[in-house]
């Protein structure tokens, strides 16, 4: 059983689309970290999210933390061709720091 | 330009070589990890190094040793590996700091393929 589970696993949409990604877990982290990793390249932080109902934007990218701290979502508006990739959700435990990773989501964007 | 480097990205070999991975970070962090990644599953962590002291290795077989001889550099001997460690292994650095959740700055990889 995985602490982070990340839906959908994998994602194709045509352009201009919206999308949602969800990670989710029984356990309560002191934050939670999305990123992003294209082919042959490692993965790239595109955001933290710290406190209970926190909601951050990064352009056409939406990101929110759960009231509980269990659960995050990223929404994506419009979606571009330059988007796709393997989205991945990492959380730091609320005890000891460690920092554990989702399964990821992997998103085609065609054009 | 991630300021995380990892040589070589790609490596084929036997069951029997032995042979070493590295990375080496530009930031000025203070921790070092290793990760294992495959397909369909989580990120593996393996080693974690802070201040160049082992801090955690997480049950890794002993045909994988790290090393870490400063804070800019770290190594990943390997021998005797199995086909099922065959993987992509990715290095990544933090600023370590007491409280934060500081982020990960990841390199790009080796490919390893263990025939």
């Known amino acids: 059983t995985q602490l982070l589970e990340q839906s959908p696993q994998f994602l194709s949409i045509q352009e201009g689309e919206n999308l949602t990604v969800y990670c989710n877990s029984s356990?309560?982290?002191?934050?939670l970290q999305w990123y992003r990793q294209e082919p042959g390249e490692g993965p790239v932080l595109l955001v933290t999210v710290v406190t209970g109902g926190e909601v951050k934007k990064l352009k056409r990218l939406t990101f929110q933390f759960g009231d509980a701290r269990k659960d995050s979502s990223l929404h994506i508006t419009a979606a571009q061709p330059g988007d796709t990739g393997l989205y991945l959700c990492?959380?730091?435990?609320?005890?000891?720091?460690?920092?554990?990773f989702g399964a990821g989501t992997i998103l085609r964007v065609k054009s | 330009e991630t300021g995380v480097t990892q040589t070589p990205r790609h490596l084929v070999m036997g069951m029997t070589n032995k042979k070493s991975l590295k990375c080496e970070q530009h930031l000025g962090h203070n921790a070092m990890y290793w990760y294992k990644q495959s397909a369909k599953k989580p990120l593996e962590l393996m080693f974690v190094y802070s201040l160049e002291e082992r801090v955690e290795n997480n049950s890794v077989p002993s045909r994988f040793s790290p090393e870490c001889p400063n804070s800019s550099h770290l190594f990943l001997h390997l021998h005797t590996l199995q086909p099922e460690d065959s993987a992509l292994y990715l290095c990544?650095?933090?600023?370590?700091?007491?409280?934060?959740?500081?982020?990960?700055?990841f390199g790009p990889g080796t490919r390893l393929t263990v025939l």
């Open positions: 356990s309560v982290f002191s934050s």
């Open positions: 990492a959380g730091h435990m609320e005890y000891g720091n460690k920092l554990v």
């Open positions: 990544a650095s933090s600023q370590d700091d007491s409280g934060l959740s500081p982020p990960q700055y």
